[in-house]
């Protein structure tokens, strides 16, 4: 089976692409940044369509892992719209098997809302922020091509390099700059290990559609936060400050319902505090 991984240089690819191509034919794209370095990278701008149709058609993988695209990234609307587009398109054109990275943030995380958490797989996006709404419509394209996976994830972390919340917090608090954690935003934070192993194995099972694959464990975002500053051993923490959001920006409850994982996926839908504790001990 020949595997390609869109952002491959993305926090998560940097996690699944070594695990991938340990155990098989890997490829994997990035746009400015290679730190992966390896020979079966390919920069590729996912906003070009004619790049997209000719990369994957000349390397006609049977599964492409779209991660690419997130948050932090210029051109975000384009890059996670237009980009989902053509690597759909692209993927159609071969009949390859596609996995879509989607976010718990397409939710609205509200109590009263007709839809409220924890979330399952028919719950329809309702999304806050600008983020939310282009991953919601990525995830609408990707539906409309029966050989999908749509996997709604929540905070990635890995215990080897810092995850990008925490790589600012780390910056910000040595900076002497107020950090603010919020009490009231309940996430599935999911180690990047658990996620890469899950789409792995929904590579080459027979799944279709949205899956929920995060961490078994809510916790809140300021709980999560000190999990990983202690594990990461930040300090200073002066200008450390615990707090309720109001909701405006970010939504409040992303909880994922992960029954249907649990019985789809082999691979252990591990919590946090799990993890640190099994990784201690290794
Ligand atoms: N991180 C989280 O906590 C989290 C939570 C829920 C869902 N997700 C989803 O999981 C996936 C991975 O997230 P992440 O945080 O690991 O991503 P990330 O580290 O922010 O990386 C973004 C990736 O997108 C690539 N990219 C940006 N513009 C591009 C373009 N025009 N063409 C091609 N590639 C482009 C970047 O390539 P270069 O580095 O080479 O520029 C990089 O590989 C995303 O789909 C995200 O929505 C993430």
């Known amino acids: 089976m020949r595997l390609l991984i869109t952002g491959g240089s993305s926090y998560l690819g940097q996690h699944l692409t070594p695990l991938a191509a340990a155990t098989g034919d890997v490829w994997y794209t990035y746009l400015h940044n290679d730190p992966l370095s390896q020979p079966y990278g390919r920069p590729l701008d996912l906003r070009d369509d004619t790049a997209v149709h000719h990369l994957i058609t000349t390397l006609r993988p049977d599964v492409v892992i779209h991660t690419a695209g997130s948050n932090r990234i210029p051109d975000m609307e384009a890059v996670i719209v237009t980009g989902t587009r053509n690597v759909t398109a692209a993927a159609a054109a071969i009949n390859a098997r596609l996995i879509h990275l989607s976010t718990d943030s397409i939710f609205n995380g509200r109590h009263d809302a007709p839809h409220p958490p924890p979330y399952d797989e028919d719950a329809p996006p309702s999304p806050v922020n ?140 591990s919590g946090v505090d799990e993890v640190l504790t099994a990784v201690r001990r290794i």
Request: hydrophobic share 50%.
């Open 130 to 269: 600008a983020y939310g709404a282009a991953k919601a419509r990525a995830e609408a394209i990707v539906a409309a091509y029966p050989n999908h996976v749509i996997v709604r994830t929540s905070l990635i972390y890995g215990l080897q390099q810092p995850d990008h919340s925490t790589s600012w917090m780390a910056a910000a608090l040595r900076a002497g700059k107020p950090v603010t954690l919020f009490t009231n935003q309940l996430r599935n934070p999911v180690w990047a290990h658990t996620l890469s192993l899950a789409c792995l194995e929904l590579a080459v099972n027979a799944y279709r559609g949205i899956l929920n694959v995060a961490g078994q464990q809510v916790l809140s975002r300021a709980e999560f936060a000190l999990r990983l500053l202690d594990w990461w051993q930040i300090q200073p923490r002066d200008t450390l400050v615990e707090g309720a959001s109001l909701g405006g920006e970010w939504p409040l409850d992303c909880r994922l319902d992960l029954r249907r994982a649990a019985a789809v996926l082999t691979t252990p839908l």
